[in-house]
């Protein structure tokens, strides 16, 4: 609990937070309250992406009536419960899909600020881990209703991934900016190299497509942002958790192993997010193992 509290106070004091604990308290709910405006694009981009039509567009129109929705019933959380869930205007329910999202994606970004700062990490890896989570949401979401993982969301977090690496070494306790945007695109090869000749491979062997390219471009993107290392715990993780998944499908659908197609995404999504919460302690648990001490 010592080594805890310190870590915490290490973090807060580096980020220049140091002292009361309403401090704490404040970043903490500043980290809710942009998590639930994420996650209120989040749900734009969950919505819109799969059908092709462009998520800068106009605002979003009620379904049913048609009447665009305003700013003031646009508020993430807020506009929801003071409209009980309803249109406006017509009285047509909202999916409570939205406020999940929206709640979901502020407490995962407020859980993420804390157990960066517990396990003493520099503040800016931040920047890595936020991009991030909305690439495993929208992952999880989009992936296992439609099984794509589409473009629009794995390119620009591989950019964002190498963009951030070279301006902010730190993040990789690097000096040169240089090392530390090779590093972020060097995981991103490895990852799509690795990933990709494994799926190439599968389809020559099988004579159809084993795994979707969307998979591979996704582990390509959560190289650049996570490095090598959390690429493959994401790959890992999310193959066990998977295979298990898949036989408990077959066995209660009493249906053969290779007819069950499930969606690998979701998988790897879940994979990235235990990286994201106690991949830095994973990774130390591990080296210390190798080096047997
Ligand atoms: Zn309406």
Redesign the pocket.
């Given at each position: 609990m010592i080594g805890l509290t310190s870590g915490l106070n290490d973090w807060w004091i580096r980020a220049g937070l140091y002292d009361p604990g309403w401090i704490r308290g404040f970043w903490l709910t500043a980290a809710f309250v942009y998590g639930s405006c994420m996650g209120s694009f989040l749900n734009v981009c969950v919505w819109r992406i799969p059908l092709g039509e462009s998520i800068a567009d106009a605002p979003s129109h009620?379904p049913?009536?048609?009447?665009l929705i305003r700013w003031y019933d646009n508020i993430p959380l807020f506009s929801y419960l003071r409209l009980r869930g309803k249109?406006r205007?017509?009285?047509?329910p909202i999916s409570p899909r939205y406020l999940i999202v929206e709640a979901l994606t502020g407490v995962l970004f407020a859980v993420v600020l804390a157990t960066t700062g517990w396990s003493a990490q520099p503040p800016g890896k931040l920047l890595l881990y936020y991009p991030m989570l909305m690439l495993i949401i929208t992952t999880a979401m989009i992936d296992w209703k439609h099984r794509i993982i589409p473009d629009l969301t794995t390119y620009p977090a591989m950019i964002a991934g190498v963009a951030i690496s070279a301006a902010l070494p730190s993040v990789w306790g690097m000096q040169n900016h240089g090392w530390s945007g090779a590093w972020s695109f060097g995981s991103l090869l490895v990852a799509g190299v690795f990933l990709g000749g494994f799926a190439w491979l599968g389809r020559k062997m099988a004579g159809r497509d084993v795994m979707g390219w969307g998979d591979v471009k996704y582990l390509m993107a959560a190289g650049a942002l996570l490095g090598i290392y959390g690429a493959f715990f994401s790959l890992l993780a999310g193959s066990f958790a998977g295979a298990v998944f898949g036989v408990g499908m077959a066995l209660r659908r009493k249906r053969r192993l290779r007819r069950t197609a499930i969606p690998f995404g979701p998988f790897l999504a879940g994979g990235s997010l235990i990286w994201i919460f106690c991949g830095e302690w994973l990774a130390r648990g591990y080296f210390r193992l190798l080096g047997g001490q």
């Open positions: 009620c049913k009536c048609g009447t249109c205007y017509c009285g047509m």
